[in-house]
């Protein structure tokens, strides 16, 4: 029987083939990083869509009302828990729709003559793009497991750009930090502040040309975006400035379902991203490395109560010792599987794992060579988790790599352009924006993906989603889940408690710094400072989404750091 559901505030009605049976009432929760996303998701669970179906109305409304990450110009990450319908059971999945390297692009694109890398070439202007995978992973997403048609999930995006949206004030700050910031390092005039100077806080912003270009996804497909309209006017802006993708490219484009990487940790699996993203591999490390020194660490903290050092400094420095010796493997080992060997199993087996804590030092800093590094600058990137009633889980982290990505917007089409390119090893040794450094594994190749950190996780216990966490923050997404996942599963903090914690991050370069947000107590700065650590407070360090589903309860929370909205509630199941 045919159901018509009202989905949107503007009239606009789902066409549900469902049954007539009538629905028990279930949980479903979502965690977003903006009030619009948040709206939208709750607004297709309610209408009987899926986790899935969700994520795709979210990932296009993100694209509109969060410029700064949402996009449909970068690419991403989804980690699924999910059942083709009511009566099979979910199995755990991986959708990499990372951006690719065009082909024009080489080992030292950004180098000049004299083997030095080019500042910003690779983060500014027309260059520094991979080709986009959003519209594609979104579209192999939906095709696999959607169930409300695409055309009608894409209506509030649509609406947002045609009509606007309210800015709020964090985006409204972005958007002028960003054009400062990009003012003087492109040697090509960018158009980013033609469309996006009018971003003020209170104020309605509305993209007419983008509203035009997902209406023609929404009626086309996702192919559109690859083959059409939009794909020929993205390549008439590359063509018009000398950059690098073209329409071949476009075609050449594909998502890939790869096997997630799953670790098995305290009764639990670890669903994480596999390459080309180090953070599955990175957090199971960390969480595995912990377990495996767990004693030591409760005799630390036992002496540390005697000789007056409080828990966070003996943790900080654990949790960086783990750290630099993960982003050691990460730089050397970690990229494009599709192009290089990556030893997955072996570095997250447990004899690996043994091996390389017996170095880990518990009261003093263990020494690492010095190697070029570079600076943290505002990164963006954003993260959402969904859950529906039928307890099928998304975890979804997407980007344009910094906040506007490259300052390019495709004229006539209306989106902006990533500068994902950046993730690549420029270098071998120089850092990149994020100061992570990297090797042959992750140098330039035509179509090749750049190494990421992102990491779209879901954590089950006992074959059901226990939790669904990830974040943006380029190389502190990998210790901001971890620790995440600790404060829930270990020092029993609610949803809320455990993205709201502090954060502390090290990742081997630059040497014996450690990050942290939000401000550390001066005891604790003075203690670290002692053992020999350089202390930095991170501005911004990431936006947690997280669910937690644990003894029959669901919480969802979104990181104070963010203008994130989380929610709980009945839905159909
Ligand atoms: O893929 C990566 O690891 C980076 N391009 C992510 C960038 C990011 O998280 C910026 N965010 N806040």
Redesign the pocket.
Known sequence: MLKRVMLWGLGITFSLLGSTAVWAEKTAAFAMPDEYSAKVTKQVLLAGGNAVDAAVAAGFVLAVTYPE?GNIGGGGFMTLFHAKDHNSTAKPLFLDYREKAPQAAFKTLYLDKENNVIPYRSLVGYQASGVPGTVMGLWLAHQRFGSLPWSELLVPAIDYARNGFVVSKQLAQTAVWYQKWIADKSKDPLNFSHYFSALKEGKSFKQPELAKTLQRIAKEGGEEFYRGETARLLVKEMQRHNGLITLDDLHQYQAVWREAVIGEWKGRQIISAPPP?SGGVAIIQLLKMKALLQGELDEALQKGKQDGLSEQVIKTHFYAELEKRVYADRAFYLGDPDFVKVPVKQLISDDYLKQRVQSVLMDEISDFEQIQYGKFET???THFSIMDAQGNAVSNTY?L??PFGSGVVVSGAGFLMNN?MD?FSTKPGVANI?GVVGGKANEIAPEKRML???SPTIVLKDGAVEMVVGT????T?ITSVFQTIVNVVEEGMTAQQAVNATRVHHQLLPKDLITYNPELPEETKEALQLMGYQLKKNN?M?DVQLIVQQRGQVSAASDVRGRGVSEVFLSKD
């Open positions: 990450a993203s990164p963006e990137t980007t790599n910094m994902e993730d994020f990421s950190s992102m943006p923050g380029g190389s997404i911004y990431g």
